[in-house]
C-alpha cells in the first residue's frame, strides 16, 4: 500500500539523530524552557526571515496566542475560511473572538478576498489567513486589503512550512504566523509541538508570558495566560528533522510537479499551479473529482491510500452551524469539500510509487 504518509520509511541517519537528540536531553536534565527550545526558536525564526519566534504546546495555540497577543478577543471578529482544519476555527474561538467565515476560490481552494470584502462589519479586527495544503498566493492583494482596511493580517501556516513567495516565507507577512508541528505536517514532531513566528519584538514577548500562565518574571503574572510550553525533547528532534527539511519539500514538488505533468484523466480536475516553483511546498497534493467516492475506492484497491482534505467544511459540523458567513454562502467550499480528494505526497515515496499513483489515477473510468 503506497501510504498517505510513512515514517518508518524515513532514512536511518535521521531516525540516529533523532535518537541522539534526546539522548541529549535526558542527559543535560532540563526539560522545559531550556537551551534546545531557545536554540530551535532561533533557527526557525531565521528560516522564516523574521526576528523572533515563540515554541508553544501546538498549532491551534500558536492561532490562539497570536490573537491574544494583538488584544483580538471578546467582541472582536476574524474573518477565516471553513476549508480548513477545525483547528483554525477552534483557536479563534479560544481567543474569545468571533469568527466569520468567507468562501474560497475553486481553483485553489484558498481564501477568497472578494468573499473576505463581504464579510467586513465594523468589528472586523483581523483575518486569519491559511495558507491551505502548502501554497502561498496572492500577497500582494492580501496585504494591500488588509492595509487599507486597518485589518490585521496572521497567518496560519500550519502546512506551508517555508513556503516562498517572491522572496517571502510563509509567516513573515502579517502580524504573526503560526506553525504547527504535528507529525505528519513537512517539518513535524514525534509528538505536538508548535511554534508564532513575528517581527514585532513586543508581540513575541507577550506571547512568550502567555504560553507560560501569563508569568512576567518567576511568580509574577500579569495577565492570565495558559499553559503551551514547547518541550526540549521535542525541539531537540525538530533542530534534526529541520536539517532534511529542505531535502524534504523538493522531493514532495518533485512528487507534484510528476503528478501535475503525467495525471491525464478527463474525469480529474487538477488545482491550479503555484505563481511560482517555491510558493508551495506541497503538504498535500489534491485534485478534485466529482465521482470522488468511487476514485477513493478505485485507488484502494490498486494499493493507493488517499485522504479527504476536508470532507465537512467548518459551518457544517455541529458546533458551528451558527457561525456568521459571506451573505452569498459558501457555496464554493461546500462544492469543493464533496469533489476533493488528496494523493499521497511525502518524501519517502520512490520513483515507482509516483508511477504506480498516477497509473491508478489514469486508470479510473468512473460509472
Ligand atoms: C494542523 C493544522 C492546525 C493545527 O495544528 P495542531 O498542531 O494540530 O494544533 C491548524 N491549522 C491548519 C491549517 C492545520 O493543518
Same mark, same amino acid.
Request: glycine residues 8%; negative net charge; hydrophobic residues 40%.
Given at each position: ?47 522564516? *526571515?523574521?526576528? #523572533?519566534? $515563540? ?5 491551534? &495555540? ?12 471578546? *467582541?472582536?471578529? $476574524? ?74 493580517? $496572521? ?69 492570565? *495566560? ?53 510558493? #508551495? ?16 475506492? #478505485? ?9 479527504? #482534505? ?42 515507482? &510509487?509516483?508511477?504506480? $499513483? ?10
Amino acid at each position: 500500500m503506497i501510504l498517505m504518509n510513512d515514517f518508518k520509511a524515513e532514512p536511518p541517519e535521521l531516525r540516529e539523530a533523532m535518537q541522539g537528540a534526546v539522548r541529549r536531553v535526558l542527559e543535560s536534565g532540563w526539560y522545559v524552557l531550556g537551551n534546545e527550545v531557545a536554540a530551535f526558536e532561533k533557527q526557525w525564526a531565521s528560516a522564516c *526571515g523574521v526576528a #523572533h519566534a $515563540v515554541g508553544v504546546g501546538n498549532g491551534m &495555540d500558536a492561532i490562539e496566542i497570536a490573537l491574544r497577543a494583538l488584544d483580538i478577543g471578546s *467582541g472582536d471578529e $476574524v474573518i477565516t475560511t471553513p476549508m480548513t482544519a477545525f483547528a483554525t476555527v477552534l483557536a479563534i474561538i479560544r481567543a474569545g473572538a468571533t469568527p466569520v467565515l468567507a468562501d474560497i476560490d475553486p481553483q485553489t481552494a484558498l481564501l477568497s478576498v472578494e468573499s473576505a470584502e463581504r464579510c467586513i462589519t465594523p468589528r472586523t479586527r483581523a483575518v486569519v489567513l491559511v495558507h491551505l495544503y502548502g501554497q502561498v498566493r496572492n500577497m500582494d492583494a492580501w496585504t494591500a486589503w488588509c492595509g487599507k482596511r486597518g485589518i490585521t493580517l $496572521v497567518e496560519d501556516c500550519a502546512q506551508a512550512h517555508l513556503a516562498t513567495w517572491h522572496g517571502k516565507v510563509a509567516g513573515s507577512f502579517g502580524a504573526a504566523g503560526a506553525y504547527s508541528f504535528y507529525p505528519t505536517k513537512n517539518l513535524g514532531a514525534p509528538g505536538d509541538a508548535g511554534m508564532l513566528v513575528s517581527d514585532a519584538g513586543a508581540l513575541a514577548q507577550r506571547a512568550g508570558r502567555l504560553r507560560n500562565y501569563g508569568q512576567s518574571v518567576r511568580y509574577q503574572h500579569p495577565e492570565l *495566560g495558559m499553559n503551551s510550553r514547547l518541550d526540549e525533547i521535542q525541539a531537540a528532534m525538530l533542530s534534526e528533522r529541520l536539517k532534511w527539511l529542505p531535502e524534504f519539500t523538493k522531493r514532495r514538488r518533485e512528487i507534484a510537479d510528476a503528478y501535475h505533468a503525467r495525471i491525464k484523466n478527463p474525469l480529474v480536475r487538477q488545482l491550479a499551479p503555484p505563481e511560482q516553483p517555491s510558493a #508551495h511546498v506541497y503538504h498535500l497534493y489534491v485534485i478534485a473529482c466529482e465521482q470522488r467516492d468511487q476514485l477513493q475506492a #478505485h485507488l484502494q484497491q490498486h494499493q493507493v491510500q488517499s485522504l479527504i #482534505h476536508y470532507p465537512v467544511p467548518i459551518h457544517k459540523q455541529e458546533p458551528c452551524s451558527d457561525i456568521a458567513r459571506d451573505p452569498h454562502g459558501l457555496s464554493n467550499s461546500e462544492r469543493h469539500a464533496a469533489i476533493c480528494l488528496s494523493l499521497p505526497c511525502h518524501p519517502q515515496m520512490s520513483d515507482n &510509487d509516483i508511477a504506480l $499513483v498516477i497509473a491508478a489515477v489514469n486508470s479510473f473510468q468512473g460509472d
